[in-house]
């Protein structure tokens, strides 16, 4: 039974060490062990602000991404609309040189054909006046193959100048 009844003594000089020991670990080991636990706390609390920068900074990029895939979509409607505005302008500016050079082309036909329509009058006016000279020529030596027509006709023709005049 004396193991369950410890000696005064026994409880004496165990309360002494204990006494001994807690004043040695309140004097240096507590106040170590406390700013261990503080440094630890900062360092969490720290470790929690990191977080939450990277979280707000995160967000920030997040956002900012956004803003810039809206801009470069806003970008590349933009320029979408810009090139559609463009072709148009283009193609009608071609319709308009086609259509000018086409009118060009049919005036310079147009001046061709009444240079040569009129090229053709005038060599069909000298063929007929070359075949009517002829016929002429035929008719007149026929008629005048005798002295007295020829007198005759000289003196009609003098007598047309006459009333010409």
Known sequence: ??????????V?????SFAILFFILWKW???????????RADLI????????????????AREEAEKQIAQARQQ???MLREADRMKTQIIEEA????????????????VSIEQERKAAQ????DEVSDFALQIAQ????????????????????????????
């Not at 004496?12 to 002494?16: G, L, Y």
């Not at 005038?122 to 006016?125: D, E, I, K, V, Y």
């Not at 035929?138 to 100048?161: H, I, P, T, Y």
């Open 45 to 60: 609390d720290k470790g929690v602000e990191y977080a939450q920068n990277a979280k707000e900074q995160l967000d920030h």
């Open 138 to 165: 035929k008719v007149v030596r026929r008629n005048l193959a005798d002295a007295s027509a020829q007198q005759e006709l000289v003196g009609s023709l003098l007598d047309e100048m006459e009333k010409q005049n």
């Open 12 to 16: 004496f000089w165990m309360f002494v």
């Open 76 to 78: 590349q409607a933009e």
């Open 122 to 125: 005038a060599q069909f006016r």
């Open 1 to 10: 039974m004396e193991l369950f009844t410890p000696d005064f003594g026994l």
């Open 95 to 110: 319709r308009t040189a086609a259509q000018s050079e086409a009118k060009k082309v049919m005036d310079a036909a147009k």
């Open 29 to 39: 080991g507590w106040p170590a062990i406390m700013k261990g636990v503080a440094d």
